[in-house]
């Protein structure tokens, strides 16, 4: 158990909708990470923040968005799905060690299907 | 843009053997790289790490070795065991790069 917990497991939706995946980081942690992983494909790195505010962003839709809020949780919102939006979705958290320390541990994902 | 590349999809590997997952990457600015193991229907959690100061970091069966001339780091598992059978995701960052990038994965499989 990595500390990180990730709700809904899984989730099943149609084309069109919105959905909002929840993400709580390890106590102590102030940085969290989305990713994605699609069939075949490693893991793409959406977003971070660290503290509340957005500090790296990756290959992020501009159909999602993320926020982090004052007691650290993030929330990973994607809207308009299609189907290509079916993957496991992962968020990791870390904490700001030493320099060079920066390993992210990772809740148990969530599957989000898209029908 | 792929910047950390894991070349072989999988790996099969007799129990007692040692396997070897490779991982190569192409950005010079990365000075810190992990090791990370994934089950089905878990996240990832990590294994092992190197920084680029070191060319080899052991702890216990595992052992990560770095060429940052080749740009090519190594996971040697020895000796192996069907638990190990996972997906295997090499990562690196850089300082002053602030994320991870991460390989497809390895698939390595370990037969009794």
Redesign the interface.
């Known amino acids: 158990d ?1 500390g ?1 917990t990730q709700t809904p497991k899984h989730l099943i939706t149609a084309t069109g909708q919105r959905v909002t995946l929840r993400c709580s980081p390890r106590s102590g942690d102030l940085s969290v ?1 989305w ?1 994605q992983q699609s069939l ?4 793409q ?1 959406l977003i ?1 923040y660290y503290n509340g505010e957005e ?2 962003k ?1 290959n992020i839709l501009e159909r999602f968005s993320a926020q982090q809020f004052p007691d650290l949780h993030s929330e990973l919102n994607l809207s308009s799905l299609e189907l290509g939006d079916s993957a496991l979705y ?1 968020c ?1 958290s870390a904490s700001p060690g030493q ?11 969530t599957r989000l299907t898209v029908l | 843009d ?1 910047q950390v590349k ?1 070349n072989s999809p999988s790996l099969s590997v007799q129990e007692g053997r040692i396997s070897i997952l490779n991982c190569d990457y192409t950005n010079s600015m990365f ?2 790289f ?1 090791w ?1 193991k994934k089950y089905p ?6 294994l092992i ?1 190197i ?1 680029s100061i070191k060319d080899k970091n052991e702890d216990g069966r595992f052992t990560v070795f770095l060429n940052k001339s080749a740009k090519h780091l190594s996971l040697h598992i020895v000796p192996s065991q069907p638990g190990d059978s996972a997906v295997y ?1 090499c990562a690196a ?1 850089g ?1 002053t790069l ?8 390895t698939q390595l499989t370990v037969w009794p």
């Open positions: 990595s990180v990470y990713y075949d494909q490693g893991l790195f971070q500090r790296a990756g992962f990791a320099v060079f320390t920066d390993t992210q541990y990772f809740g148990p994902g | 792929q894991q000075d810190y992990l990370y229907a878990e996240g990832p959690t990590f790490s920084s995701f960052r300082s602030g994320r991870l990038y991460f390989g497809r994965g």
